[in-house]
């Protein structure tokens, strides 16, 4: 009698299984790579916006006589405008707009919707559109706030005779679910004050 040649129907179930198997863990470990991947360029790109911001903020308010105004706020000497009245419990102010005085020309940073634009205007209020701006310093926006750096210890100052203040801004994945996150935390001290 002559033996036939091939696979029984279990022999081949058996292997149809096993290579399920290896194509789901292959399959599995895969995506991980690609999430993982996509997490880390996202961040990455995150980290360059922040220190493009945190570039731009320390260019001007280092440089800047102050802030002339907040959220559509003028801050003047005779505005009173005190921390108490203006800002919550840890001293935030949550910020749509910030505009700085440097020399003739004034440099704003505004939040609309989740961009984050700078502009500069001249000193009668037209915005110059020229060297680059208005510019787009990132569209992740997800925080923008201020605080006065001495808001605990002259609690009855006013937002005119600040110093020095802080800037926090959160940039986060707006356009995606990936949870990242980059927190910006700046402090200027305004030298020509």
């Keep these: 009698m002559k033996k036939k040649k091939g696979f029984t129907l279990l022999e081949l179930i058996i292997v149809l299984a096993l290579t399920l198997v290896v194509i789901g863990v292959a399959s599995t470990f ?3 790579t690609i999430k993982t991947f996509k997490r880390a360029e996202i961040s990455s790109n995150l980290q360059l916006e922040a220190e493009q911001i ?8 280092l440089q800047s006589e ?10 003047t ?7 108490r009245d203006i800002l919550n419990l840890d001293g935030k102010l949550e910020t749509n707009k910030v505009k700085f005085k440097l020399l003739n020309d ?3 940073l ?5 961009k984050l634009v700078a502009k500069k205007y001249n000193n009668i209020g037209q915005e110059i559109g020229e060297g680059g701006y208005p510019k787009v310093l990132s569209e992740n926006i997800r925080e923008f706030t201020i605080r006065p750096v001495d ?3 002259k609690p009855n100052s006013s937002l005119y005779e600040m110093k020095a203040v802080e800037i926090n801004i959160k940039l986060e994945d707006v356009k995606g679910s990936s949870g990242v996150e980059v927190p910006l935390s700046l402090i200027i001290k305004f030298r020509n004050k």
Excluded: H
């Design 30 to 32: 895969f995506i991980s």
């Design 54 to 61: 945190e570039g731009l903020l320390l260019a001007v308010g």
């Design 66 to 75: 102050g802030i002339e105004e907040v959220n559509n706020l003028n801050i």
């Design 77 to 83: 000497s005779t505005s009173k405008r005190y921390y």
């Design 106 to 108: 004034y440099y704003t």
């Design 110 to 114: 505004e939040k609309e919707n989740e």
């Design 151 to 153: 808001f605990r210890m």
